[in-house]
T-cell receptor, first 112, second 110 residues
Framework: DAGVIQSPRHEVTEMGQEVTLRCKLI?????LFWYRQTMMRGLELLIY????????DSGMPEDRFSAKMPNASFSTLKIQPSEPRDSAVYFC??????????FGPGTRLTVL | RKEVEQDPGPFNVPEGATVAFNCTYS??????FFWYRQDCRKEPKLLMS???SGNEDGRFTAQLNRASQYISLLIRDSKLSDSATYLC???????????FGPGTRLSVLP
């Protein structure tokens, strides 16, 4: 079975542009988590969904960030407009209800 | 105080050494505990869950002390391939999310 799939793996964009990151959950999982990782702040939870419903978005930095889960297996994280301080690795993870989270390979975002 | 704190590291140890990592958590309602491993430029991967009675998986032993709100990971006979960052993870019940510690970096030297 395929693991968590993220795309793109690398994204380089200019400040002010819109960025969309995508994630496909492991089949059968019902919880999805978006994380951001930087050297300075480590791994930070941005938002998580359970059964397509956002449960906790308190980690979303500001209104420029939005996340959706249009169906049970897919999610997008959008940054509009992007800023250089958004540069980070963005991970998506999925789980079945509780316990073990399985991470995708991440998207390395660079905003110039 | 951060919810999950870990030894700052880095730990540089020779092959074959035994090394122990410590982690403390502040939320006494936390119910589930894990150690994840993250290699350089890779995603975190589950190393092992931590059970109240303590558990062992080959060269790795995890311990939980609920009274002191403390988790440990012991690696015996360390290998070069153990070099990574080790993340302590704590989760409460009832939909509470996972909280990751800042990680402790381990370098095993030949």
């Amino acid at each position: 079975d395929a693991g968590v799939i993220q795309s793109p793996r690398h994204e380089v964009t200019e400040m002010g542009q819109e960025v969309t990151l995508r994630c496909k959950l492991i089949s059968g999982h019902n919880s999805l988590f978006w994380y951001r990782q930087t050297m300075m702040r480590g791994l930070e939870l941005l938002i998580y969904f359970n059964n397509n419903v956002p449960i906790d978005d308190s980690g979303m930095p500001e209104d420029r960030f939005s996340a959706k889960m249009p169906n049970a297996s897919f999610s997008t994280l959008k940054i509009q407009p992007s800023e250089p301080r958004d540069s980070a690795v963005y991970f998506c993870a999925s789980s079945y209800y509780t316990d073990t989270q399985y991470f995708g390979p991440g998207t390395r975002l660079t905003v110039l | 105080r951060k919810e999950v704190e870990q030894d700052p590291g880095p730990f540089n140890v020779p092959e074959g050494a035994t090394v122990a990592f410590n982690c403390t958590y502040s939320n006494s309602a936390s119910q589930s505990f894990f150690w994840y491993r993250q290699d350089c430029r890779k995603e975190p991967k589950l190393l092992m869950s931590v059970y109240s009675s303590g558990n062992e998986d080959g060269r790795f032993t995890a311990q939980l002390n609920r009274a002191s709100q403390y988790i440990s990971l012991l690696i015996r006979d360390s290998k070069l391939s153990d070099s990574a960052t080790y993340l302590c993870v704590v989760k409460g019940n009832y939909g509470q999310n996972f909280v990751f510690g800042p990680g402790t970096r381990l370098s095993v030297l030949p």
